[in-house]
């Protein structure tokens, strides 16, 4: 343990402040006590390496709101405890009006697209990247070669690597007859065609809040959206193995070479036999919408 959270103190504050015409905004801060084992630990260590305390920069709670600083005090009595105070702030408003319609109906506002994190996920690596005309024994003389064992087998854990996706966030003001129907039904969809410069399938969008007001003298819907875009679509691919294979419309076991024991075998996308690799099936899990009929852009 170099140092360990904890608990919090009760000390703290809260600011609700009103930021311009059409919106509140809220700060609070938080004190936190920290231990550590050393009293030479730095205070850098304190700050960015306690596991459990805010990370400045991420966003927190059901305001999803910024920590924006953090403050470390060593006590004077006891060098092994700190004193770590958190600035936490909900982000303002962000709408831009459209230069050829300067209207004060937020409803007609084009909304400021916010960057949130960049996150990785796993993907199972399929394919070997030895060049073509170096050939391999266990994957043929021509590329692209699958990634398999020896006996050309796939292998029962599969390779990984780690790729990046991007989650943004943005506030659209709606009009008002909007129903919570219509809202619900956009959560957890997937863009149906090329939307903001990414292709189809490959953002799904989240509904992470939705308020009805008066913003400005205009009654309108404040609908606050989480974006997480996938360059590998959000779709599921599978291997097309089974137990069984189809001869015409039979479903039949899938024996060994000696026709002793059933196996698991490839499959080539229609129920038939593979006489090589297993055909890869994708599956929409995620419904699609036109982001375009309802989302602004510039």
């Known amino acids: 343990m170099a140092s360990m959270l904890t608990g919090e103190k009760r000390e703290g504050s809260a600011r609700l402040t009103q930021d311009g015409e059409s919106g509140l905004s809220f700060a609070y801060t938080f004190h936190f006590r920290v231990i550590t084992d050393d009293k030479n630990t730095s205070r850098e260590e304190v700050m960015l390496n306690t596991p459990g305390l805010p990370i400045v920069g991420l ?3 059901p305001l999803s709101a910024t920590c924006t600083s953090m403050d470390a005090t060593r006590n004077a009595e006891n060098p092994l405890m700190w ?3 958190c600035e936490f702030q909900t982000a303002k408003e962000k709408q831009k009006q459209d230069p ?3 209207s004060p109906d937020p409803t007609t506002w084009i909304p400021i697209f916010r960057v949130d994190s960049f996150l990785t996920k796993e993907k199972p690596i399929s394919t070997d990247k030895t060049p073509a005309s170096a050939g391999n024994v266990n994957f043929g003389t021509t590329g692209p070669y699958k990634i398999r064992n020896s006996a050309r087998q796939p292998f029962e854990t599969p390779l990984t690597e780690l790729v990046t996706i991007c989650q943004f966030s943005f506030t659209q003001f709606e009009d008002a007859n909007l129903t919570l129907q219509e809202i619900m039904d956009r959560n957890n969809t997937v863009n149906q065609t090329a939307f903001a410069g990414c292709s189809a399938r490959t953002l799904l969008l989240n509904v992470t809040g939705a308020e009805l007001g008066n913003y400005g003298g205009y009654y309108a819907w404040r609908i606050t959206y989480q974006v997480t ?5 959000h779709d599921i691919q599978l291997l097309d193995v089974g137990s069984c294979y189809l001869d015409s419309t039979s479903q039949k ?3 060994d070479a000696t026709n002793t024991y059933r196996i698991p075998g490839n499959l080539d996308g229609t129920g038939g036999k593979s006489t090589g690799d297993a055909t890869v099936l994708t599956f929409r899990t995620k419904d699609e919408l036109e ?7 510039a």
């Open 100 to 102: 050829n319609n300067q």
């Open 229 to 233: 875009y996938d360059p590998d679509t």
């Open 253 to 255: 076991p899938y024996m």
């Open 59 to 61: 966003v927190y709670g």
């Open 83 to 85: 004193d770590v105070k």
């Open 291 to 297: 982001f375009s009929d309802f989302i602004r852009e």
